[in-house]
């Protein structure tokens, strides 16, 4: 019976990391894995990793997380741009992707052991961070608005305050009886996908790619945490709403 049931438990498993890598290649290999938000766009191919890992464990989540680093490798090869030759090394495209599941399913574990009061206070304290941020880059892009800075960046910062403060809303009233956990799990699992990418750029390439991208070179780090957070902030937002939604309605089942 154990033996059975185990067979069952491993099977389940493996087709889990089956149609969540499926997933990851979809959404690698095509325009859906981006978000077009303006000029920007922001990616949701590490969500699979983050859901796998919360829902079945951390084995689970380092599998579909390779999965999603090899897909990289080859996006990079098939779209290919002036940045590209950067994701073909492993450190940059594979191994931030393989701790996504490591950090999301660890982080859920912990803060669900915590407890609902100590997990609703460190998401207050995401938030508020979030939101000091933002509201400060806001304001300086406006002082700035005569000096050449676009409306466009102006109204996007304008807009995704909003949004921040809305998700915020959403998540400590209907999500805070049960899924709080799951709400910092998804952020975590995303940060380590942002910061770890980019340290490894910044660390392997950092002038090299910040030449590419028509940046000041006298200013790799910058350039480079100024990508980091455009990016980072609203990606984590995408990914608690829509990881949460997920595993919420899964669990449910």
Do not use: C
Request: charged fraction near 10%.
């Amino acid at each position: 019976m154990l033996k059975t049931n185990t067979k069952k438990v491993s099977v389940r498993k493996l087709t889990i990391v089956g149609v969540l890598a499926a997933i990851s290649a979809l959404l690698g290999l095509t325009p859906l894995g981006f978000i077009p938000v303006g000029p920007v766009k922001y990616t949701i191919m590490h969500i699979p990793v983050i859901i796998g890992a919360i829902i079945e464990g951390p084995i689970v989540g380092i599998l579909v997380g390779l999965m999603f680093g090899i897909f990289s490798i080859i996006n990079a090869v098939i779209n290919f741009t002036p940045i590209s030759p950067i994701f073909f090394n492993p450190l940059v495209s594979v191994l931030p992707r393989v701790l996504i599941g490591i950090t999301a399913y660890y982080s859920y574990v912990l803060f669900k052991r915590m407890g609902r009061k100590a997990s609703i206070t460190t998401l207050i304290v995401i938030w508020a961070s979030t939101l000091v941020y933002l509201s400060k880059t806001f304001i300086t892009q406006i002082i700035n608005y005569q000096a050449g800075m676009s409306i466009w960046q102006v109204s996007f910062r304008g807009v995704l305050i909003s949004v921040t403060l809305l998700v915020g809303f959403y998540s400590y009233k209907r999500l805070k009886d049960h899924a709080i956990e799951v709400v910092i799990a998804a952020a975590i699992g995303t940060l380590t996908n942002t910061i770890g990418v980019l340290f490894m750029i910044y660390k392997l390439y950092g002038e090299t790619f910040v030449e590419k991208i028509g940046g000041n070179t006298d200013l790799v780090g910058k350039v480079i945490l100024g990508i980091g957070l455009t990016n980072g902030i609203p990606e984590t937002i995408i990914a608690m709403l829509i990881v949460t939604s997920v595993v919420v309605a899964l669990k449910k089942q």
